[in-house]
C-alpha cells in the first residue's frame, strides 16, 4: 500500500516537473487547450519589441523635440543678437527722431536677419544631428548622458559652415570654430534640458529565472 502511493507521488511530481510553466495572465485551462491543440505550450513573448531588435530605453516623443528645438533654436537667436550687439556697439534704443535715424535701422535689421539666417542650419543640420543622438542612444537609460550627447553633436553642428568659410578664405579656423561649436554646444544643451521631463525612461525589465 504504501509503495503504491509512493509510486502515484512519483507520477504526479514527474507531471509536475513535465508541465510547462505557467504564464502570468493565462488561465491555466486556456494555456492547456493550447498545448493539447498545437502540441506545444504557448510561448511567452517580452516586452514589445522596436523595429531594431528590441524596446528602446529612451522614448522621445515628437512634441518634446520639436520643442528641444524651439528652445535651442530661440537661445542660438539670443545668443547672437547679444554678441551683434555688443561686438558692434549697437542699441536697441530707438531715438525720438524716428525709425530712419541714428543705430535704430541697423538693429531692427539685426533683429529681422539672424533669426532668419540661423533658421536653415538649425534646421537642416541641427535636426539630423539631434535625430542621430536620439537614435544613437535609444538604449541608454541615463539622461545626463543624452545631455552630454547633445552637447557634442551642438559643437559639431556649425564645423561643415565654418570649414566652407574656411575654403572660402576666412579668418581663424579653429577660433572660429571654438566660438561656433561652443554657442551650437550651449544651445543643444538648454534645448535638451528643457524637455528631461517629457523624455519618457522605461524601466529595466529583470530577465526570467
Same mark, same amino acid.
Given at each position: 500500500?504504501? =509503495?503504491?502511493?509512493?509510486?502515484? =507521488? ?8 513535465? @508541465? ?9 485551462? *486556456?494555456?492547456? !487547450?493550447?498545448?493539447? @491543440?498545437?502540441?506545444? %505550450? ?26 528641444? #528645438?524651439? /528652445?535651442?533654436? +530661440? *537661445? ?10 555688443? #561686438?558692434? +556697439? ?9 525709425? !530712419?535715424? +541714428? *543705430? ?6 539685426? $533683429? ?14 541641427? /535636426?539630423?544631428? +539631434?535625430?542621430?543622438? /536620439?537614435?544613437?542612444? @535609444? =538604449?541608454?537609460? =541615463?539622461? #545626463? ?32 570654430? $571654438? ?12 534645448? @535638451?534640458?528643457?524637455? #528631461? ?6 524601466? %529595466? ?5
Amino acid at each position: 500500500m504504501g =509503495n503504491t502511493a509512493d509510486q502515484g =507521488n512519483a507520477v504526479h511530481d514527474g507531471d509536475a516537473a513535465a @508541465r510547462p510553466p505557467q504564464i502570468p495572465g493565462l488561465h491555466p485551462e *486556456t494555456q492547456e !487547450l493550447i498545448t493539447a @491543440r498545437y502540441g506545444r %505550450p504557448p510561448v511567452q513573448y517580452g516586452p514589445p519589441a522596436s523595429r531594431y531588435g528590441r524596446s528602446p530605453a529612451t522614448r522621445y516623443s515628437a512634441t518634446a523635440f520639436v520643442i528641444g #528645438w524651439l /528652445v535651442a533654436y +530661440g *537661445t542660438l537667436v539670443v545668443l547672437s543678437l547679444a554678441y551683434g550687439f555688443y #561686438w558692434s +556697439g549697437m542699441s536697441l534704443e530707438i531715438p525720438s527722431s524716428g525709425l !530712419l535715424s +541714428g *543705430t535704430a535701422p541697423s538693429s531692427v535689421m539685426l $533683429l529681422a536677419y539672424i533669426p532668419l539666417f540661423e533658421v536653415f542650419p538649425a534646421l537642416f543640420i541641427g /535636426v539630423p544631428a +539631434g535625430l542621430g543622438v /536620439v537614435f544613437a542612444l @535609444r =538604449n541608454v537609460r =541615463n539622461q #545626463w548622458l543624452h545631455v552630454l550627447g547633445f552637447a557634442v553633436a551642438g559643437f559639431l553642428t556649425p564645423a561643415p559652415i565654418v570649414l566652407l568659410a574656411a575654403a572660402g578664405g576666412g579668418g581663424d579656423v579653429l577660433a572660429t570654430l $571654438l566660438l561656433f561649436g561652443g554657442a551650437g554646444a550651449l544651445c543643444a544643451v538648454v534645448g @535638451r534640458l528643457a524637455i #528631461w521631463k517629457l523624455v519618457e525612461v522605461t524601466t %529595466p525589465v529583470d530577465p526570467a529565472p
